[in-house]
């Protein structure tokens, strides 16, 4: 089973937008129409702005956007801890205790994470002006 998906132009085969995971909220939300940047056709895309969203596609981008903040959240704690660890610990020569990491470190990479989705979540829930005038078009 594929892990992830990848969309292309119907048209010409240009590969638009890849390797979307299959959780990931941004294969339910977002504008219903996508322009091929190579042959500047539109194709739907099967998504909706959050506004048309049925219930159980709502549900799908909410679990989608939480599983994305962990993920996201457990890869910044990652390159965090790294980061931290090499300098306090071989710059400094300080120790990095497990409960610095846990405490200060985990909930900043959710933070930074969340405030991500966020963004990117307001972005494909509404209309954005270069969207606006293909749905026009219909
Ligand atoms: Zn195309």
Not at 41 to 59: C, E, I, N, P, Q
Not at 65 to 80: D, N, W
């Amino acid at each position: 089973m594929a892990s992830h998906v990848n969309r292309e132009c119907p048209y010409c085969r240009h590969l638009i937008e890849h390797h979307i995971p299959l959780f990931d909220y941004a294969l339910f939300i977002g504008p219903e129409r996508l322009i091929c940047p190579q042959c500047g056709k539109a194709s739907l895309t099967g998504r909706r702005y959050w506004a048309d969203l049925s219930a159980v596609w709502k549900f799908l981008v909410v679990r989608g956007l939480l599983i994305s903040i962990l993920m996201y959240g457990v890869m910044f704690f990652l390159l965090l801890a790294a980061g931290v660890v090499f300098v306090v610990d071989k710059l400094l020569d300080l120790p990095v205790t497990n409960e610095f990491a846990s405490l200060v470190l985990l909930p900043i990479s959710l933070i930074l994470s969340a405030g991500y989705h966020g963004l990117r979540l307001k972005k494909l829930a509404t209309p954005q002006p270069e969207h606006r005038n293909v749905a026009a078009q219909k």
